[in-house]
């Protein structure tokens, strides 16, 4: 029974999962940018530039003492992964919750008559982190194929 559920699981190498996490990472922080910029055109240029370099802050803030260390642990984990391997295990089992938590209280958020102007550091706080942080993932994948590529195989 269980040889048969592993031919189900979607399967692929390290790298991929590398790439895939990257982009994955990149991708929401690039989304959440969107959504601040379509903010940040709606008020004047001053205050613009204020919470637009508030966010800025904060996202080196949020890369250098959280998501950068998160990148890390999950560079890690993929790493002791042997090949091929699940294509969802780019992510602990854990974080998909979590992941679950903040994309709802990012619509709630969205959603809610809190005035944009304080959404906007955190969207663009979050994004650039998250932007960030996937520059980790690539570093690493580039290390894997040209450096440590027996690492990764």
Not at 105 to 124: K, T
């Amino acid at each position: 029974m269980k040889s048969k559920l592993a031919s189900l699981t979607p399967a692929v190498n390290k790298r991929v999962l590398l790439v895939l996490s990257g982009t994955m990472w990149a991708g929401v922080g690039l989304l959440l940018w969107q959504f601040a910029y379509q903010w940040l055109m709606t008020i004047e240029r001053t205050p613009a530039l204020w919470l637009g370099g508030g966010g800025m802050g904060l996202a080196l803030l949020i890369h250098l003492f959280g998501f950068s260390k998160l990148a890390a642990k999950n560079i890690q984990r993929i790493a002791d992964k042997s090949n091929p391997t699940c294509i969802f295990s780019f992510q602990s089992w854990p974080s998909y919750l979590n992941i679950i938590l903040m994309m709802s209280l990012g619509i709630a958020l969205r959603h809610s008559s809190l005035p944009r102007e304080y959404l906007i550091p955190l969207y663009v706080g979050i994004g650039g982190a998250l932007v960030l942080s996937s520059l980790i993932y690539f570093r690493v994948f580039a290390r894997a194929m040209v450096k440590e590529p027996e690492k990764w195989a």
